[in-house]
Structure formats: C-alpha cells, structure tokens
C-alpha cells in the first residue's frame, strides 16, 4: 500500500485530536488593534535633517564616531581578506600550494591545483593570498602576471567564467577594451582574454572558487589548462580549482584529467583554538573593553563543534555585536553571542529555503506548527490535512495530496527534515512519518520571514 493509499490506516503514532485543536487555537489573530500597536512604534514622521533620521542615526551619533560596540565592523564582514599576520593555522596549506605554483616565477608552467574542503575552512582565503604574493614575486622579477578570482557560483556557466575573466583582465591591464556583458559566447570572451593575456601579462593565474557549481565545468577546465599547448596564448596559465565536492575530481572525463593532471589538497576543519585565534584577530572590530570575556572562547567552542567553519564563527561574532548595539548594550556578552548563534541559523535556513515555492513554504510552515516540544514525527496525511487549513488561513488554493508528499520529500533532501517509512502493522500497510530536524522556532522564524502570506499572518514576525 502507497502512503496515499495509507491516509486513513491506523499506525503506531497518530496525530491525537487535541493536537490538531491546538494547531487551529494557536492560530494567530489578527486584529486591528495589534497592528496598530505595532505600527505606533515605528517612526514615520518626515525628519527635518535627513542626514540624521533617528530611524537610522541614533541621537548622540551624528558624525558616526560616538558607537558604543563598534570600531570597524567591516573587519568582520565576509568579503573582507585579512592581511597575512591573521591567517591562522593554514601555514603548512599555504607552502603547499605555493610550492605548485611557484614555477610562474621562474618563467614555467606552473602545476594545477585543486583543493577540497568543507565551507569557512580557508580554501579561498590561502588561494588569494598565495596567488597576490606570487604576483608581487613576479612581477618584481619582471615577469609580468596578475591572478583572477571567479566566484563560480554566481558564474555558473562556461561563459558567464570566461566573461570575467576577460573583464577582470581588461580591469587590471588598463587596456581600455570594452568587453561585451552581453551578446557574446564563450569563444568569444576567450578570444578577448588571450589577447589582453599576450598584450600584458607572461603568466596568469585563475582561481576557480566552487567549481562544481559550473554547468560545463569539464569544457572550462579543458580550455584553460591547454590554452598554451593549442596556441591561444605565449602566457602561462595555472589553475587553483576549489571544490567542496570531494568526488569532483573523480567525475572529470580521461581528457580533462589528462590535461589538468592535478595535485590534490584537503584542507580540514578548522579547531576550537585556531577559531579562537582566527576571532582574536578581528578583535579590533570593537571598540576597547567591549567584548566580554569568554566571548571569544564561546563561539569558538560552539562553532568547532558544530560545524569547524571559521567563516559562519566570525558571521556570529558579528551578529553578536549588531544585537548588543541594537539593545543599547555597552558590552558584548555571552548572551548576546546564544542570541547570534539562533539568529545565525535563522539566516542560514532562510538561504536553503529561498529558492523553494511559495507552496513549499507553506508545507514547512505547517509541520513547523505541528511539531512541539516532543519533536515527534508526523505521518502525510495528518500534515495535509493541516496544510489545508494553512491554506485557508493565507487564501492559497491547496496542492494536490501526491504533490504535497513529494514536497516533504524534498525538505528531507535539503537537510530540514527527515522522512521515515513506517510499517503499520496487520493490515494497516506503508506509511511515511516527518519531522524537522532543524530547530522548531529557527525554522518557523525563517519560513515566517521568507513570506509574505505568513509574515502577515504573524503581525510581521515570528518571536522565538
């Protein structure tokens, strides 16, 4: 018997009545008067300096100097590189990639690379850095050289790659070409860098960053490691490709294998102290005295156990340090940092769950509502039938029973809840149980703040 089959089977754990009573009693009612307690404290009147509306610019904070929390928040913005001095516990990875592309130095082909890992630990960070400082060696030899750095998930396809690296090329150079953003394939943003490459530069070399995210990966790397050998270029070209995937080399076809003939390195998880160092370094992003001890210690200690990702540690320490400024606060604490951790998940469920339907949306939101502090598991047709009423309660029409089952099918793919085949016993044939495996409240947060229909149907927000 299919789940469809099994909606009105018996099974070991049914939704009780009174959990499906509370489902509809903990329904949010939107009344004019909470709307309009909530709108009286937001300030709408016209300001008259709008360079110092107090919806933006705090009294006492005019010229921007007066911040009680933050010295240079930029210092832990994600984008930003820190200087050589801050990297942390990545020597030995640094020396290695180095050592494969030393060769541009000395007027020779420098060696392939690509470098598995997991996120926020330090692949992009040692590929810039060893890439910048080889271009300084360089070009101090005179040996002309510059390297690009392509962000594949945003250029994920072959073109859109060769697209920039001919205009980071033609940006470097000064060469005054105006590269096309439109119109063109890739051949022809090829032929646009190989001609900028044989005008100013002996030696290039292109850091792939997320490589698997390249529809035509193969083609791209096929391309550039044999553009010297098929004469599209005098100037030799190495390659840093990063991949979280550690299979991906694996998948490349014989030719591209043999072409790119590659050293391989996997960086791992950063630990507790490197964290912690990585955090002290970026210490000067406050003000003196603000962050309280053990701060630093506590979101290096949760984040090495949950995850050993330097980048999602130094996002928290900034979200820490934005709701301590939001309350008021004059130090950074602990509590401020359990604040950030949740906000920090909060974000990161919101990015998983963006690009998913709107009626994906309202599956979650109602298997969210479901679960309570049991976290038990709930079979599709007691989730379908509370979907319904969420649909109601938005002025969506319902998906059909199958749709909504391959729905949940997919959350479970994306790491947001999980999905277990139950055997009801004589009779009473096969079944599908789910529950989130996220947070309840992180996740209701986020699928609250990703819609519409929802946000309005919670007064704007979901409070934890």
């Known amino acids: 018997m299919t789940d469809n089959e099994g909606r009105d089977a018996g099974g070991d754990t049914p939704t009780t009545e009174q959990q499906l009573e509370d489902f509809d009693t903990t329904r949010v009612d939107t009344t004019a008067s909470e709307n309009a307690s909530t709108t009286e404290e937001i300030q709408r009147q016209e300001p008259s300096d709008p360079a110092n509306d107090p919806l933006f610019v705090r009294e006492g904070d005019e010229d921007g100097s007066s911040n009680q929390i933050w010295a240079d928040r930029d210092l832990l913005s994600i984008g930003t590189v820190p200087g050589p001095d801050r990297i942390v516990g990545r020597d030995a990875e640094i020396n290695s990639v180095a050592g494969e592309i030393r060769h541009l130095v000395h007027e020779s082909q420098p060696n392939h690379v690509v470098i598995y890992g997991e996120t926020g630990t330090g692949k992009s960070l040692v590929s810039r850095h060893v890439s910048d400082r080889l271009v300084d060696t360089a070009t101090a030899r005179n040996v002309p050289a510059a390297s690009i750095y392509v962000e594949c998930k945003k250029n994920n396809t072959e073109t859109r790659v060769a697209r920039t ?24 943003y090829y032929d646009y860098a190989y001609d900028i490459i044989d005008e100013y530069y ?9 490589i698997d995210m390249v529809d035509d990966a193969e083609g791209l790397l096929h391309e550039l490691s044999r553009a010297r050998e098929a004469g599209h270029t005098d100037a030799y070209i190495g390659i840093i490709a990063i991949s979280n995937d ?54 290096a200690d949760r984040s090495a156990d ?31 940092v ?55 309660d938005v002025g969506a029409d319902p998906l059909s029973y199958d749709r909504v089952s391959q729905i949940l099918s997919t959350l479970a793919l994306m790491g947001i809840s999980e999905s277990h085949q139950i055997g009801g016993g004589h009779k009473q044939g096969v079944y599908l149980e789910h529950q989130l495996i996220k947070d309840k409240d992180v996740v209701m947060k986020a699928v609250v703040e990703s819609d519409e229909r929802l946000s309005e149907l919670h007064n704007g927000s979901y409070e934890v």
Not at 319 to 336: P, Y
């Open 306 to 336: 949950e995850h050993g990702d330097a980048r999602k540690a130094v996002d928290v320490l900034r979200i820490a340090g934005d709701i301590a400024d939001d309350d008021g606060a004059e130090v950074v604490s602990t509590d401020h």
């Open 246 to 299: 550690i299979d991906f080399g694996q998948k490349l076809n014989a030719r591209v294998q043999s072409s790119m003939r590659t050293t391989d390195f996997v960086f791992e998880p950063y630990q507790s102290d490197q964290i912690e160092q990585i955090l002290e370094y970026r210490r000067d992003a406050f003000q003196d005295g603000v962050v309280q001890d053990g701060v630093l210690t506590e979101t």
């Open 338 to 392: 359990d604040k950030a951790v949740k906000r920090a998940e909060i974000n990161r469920v919101k990015e998983t769950i963006e690009s998913t339907s709107p009626q994906s949306k309202l599956v979650l939101y109602t298997l969210g509502r479901l679960t309570g502090s049991d976290n038990r598991r709930f079979r599709t047709s007691d989730i379908y039938s509370q979907y319904e009423t969420t649909c109601g």
């Open 165 to 188: 690296i001919a205009r980071a090329l033609s940006d470097k150079s000064d060469s005054g070409i105006e590269i096309p953003r439109v119109g063109l394939g890739s051949t022809e």
């Open 202 to 210: 002996d030696g290039l070399i292109v850091i792939l960053d997320e």
